[in-house]
């Protein structure tokens, strides 16, 4: 049965399912643990076979990296309709998705390890390529915040609060991996709130910024997450 | 006159000079553009003299890079006397001198590029290194702010945003030093608002956090960070 599958897989459907069980394994152990072998077994092909589609574990990793950062940024899309607070909600919910699929081996990632070690040598082709992967999906996240903001030309107080956010979802992504002793759920919800919480710190100093965020608060539903922050802030101003 | 300062020296006083020269060519360049006959003309002295104290570039840019952390987590001291807002943004200052300092090095560090380049070759073993002095910095600014804070065991919240902070802080350095287009000083009091901003998100969800903010926020000054931060989400909830 295997063997009819692959007999009628063409080289880009067979590249694709390898990428596909390569990014599995690679999710969830170091790329210096994950074999060869081991990606020839989960695909169902022999050892040889494989290195028909790829020259060696590297560009195996690259590709696979490749595969997740695209879907990554996939995630990233949200219809620009109704409340912000709640679209900024549904995609951290999707990006909590995609970092609990790919746990250790996002973990590893931005930790800096295993790109370096991919191949048991290291590669500074790897390395390179690999940051600017990770940049390339940074790039996507910022400008998808601000086509929600309605921004096309934002101000360097508005770049510097969407961009270190999105290094605060990073960090808190990874600080949650470690342990899992938050309920992912409350965090989510608590990344929405800290946009709201740094973009209002900002706000005094910039007024295009001051503009997007009344426009934003004014947007939003009484039951919303950004009332909800306000709530919270009176309390404990009170 | 240098040839005599030269045969003064011993062995660690001249490993020492060494490094402050590495360092200071380190900081303004990526290691890849500093050469070793650069590092011998800028100590004044020969190149196999140079060989004589460090094995090669890449042992002289570990070295460099070890100095800077200790430098750099020595300025984290801060006396644990008068509000916390004031002394929060004294150790902004601080830590922005070093940015300041050491902008190019620090930008292509925390970037991970150079670190497996120095030396021509890539070596696995510099990338740990590199790593695990980050680590070590970061970790010596999360156990100062507990100290500040007077926290010995902390919640998995508050663990949590003190460190996604110190990612932001981290971030909001390296965007400002592209293209500094925002003044410093503005920085330095935002990332102390966006510190009391972010546990005051946090602290609905969490009885010791809420309990360190409220506690701190009555010692804050009528005209200190804080206060001021207080003052302005007000501002924009009204």
Not at 22 to 48: C, K, N, Q, T, Y
Not at 68 to 91: S, Y
Not at 109 to 128: D, H, I, K, Q
Not at 199 to 212: G, I, W
Request: net charge negative; hydrophobic share 45%.
């Amino acid at each position: 049965m295997t063997t009819g599958v692959r007999r009628r897989m063409g080289v880009e459907e067979r590249r694709q399912q390898l990428i596909g069980v390569a990014l599995e394994l690679f999710s969830h152990r170091s790329p210096d643990e994950v074999s060869i072998d081991e990606i020839a077994a989960a695909a169902g092909i022999s050892r040889p076979l494989v290195y028909h589609y790829f020259p060696g574990k590297l560009s195996l990793y690259e590709a696979a990296l490749k595969r997740a950062a695209e879907d990554l940024a996939e995630r990233f899309q949200e219809p620009r309709e109704g409340p912000l607070g709640a679209r900024l909600l549904r995609v951290m919910g999707r990006f909590f998705d995609f970092v609990d699929e790919h746990g250790p081996g996002f973990s590893a990632l931005m930790r800096g390890g295993p790109a370096v070690s991919a191949g048991g040598a290291c590669s500074m082709e790897t390395v390179s390529a690999t940051n600017a992967l990770i940049d390339s999906v940074r790039q996507a996240a910022y400008e998808q915040i601000l086509a929600h903001l309605d921004v096309l030309v934002p101000s360097p107080r508005l770049e510097l609060v969407v961009r270190s956010w999105i290094s605060l979802a990073e960090a808190t992504a990874l600080i949650w991996l470690d342990g899992r002793r938050i309920p992912r759920a409350e965090l989510q919800l608590q990344l929405v709130h800290d946009f709201a919480a740094l973009a209002a710190v900002s706000a005094a100093y910039d007024p295009q910024l001051a503009r997007v965020l009344r426009h934003t608060l004014a947007d939003e539903p009484a039951d919303g997450p950004f009332a909800d922050l306000l709530a919270r802030l009176a309390a404990l101003m009170s």
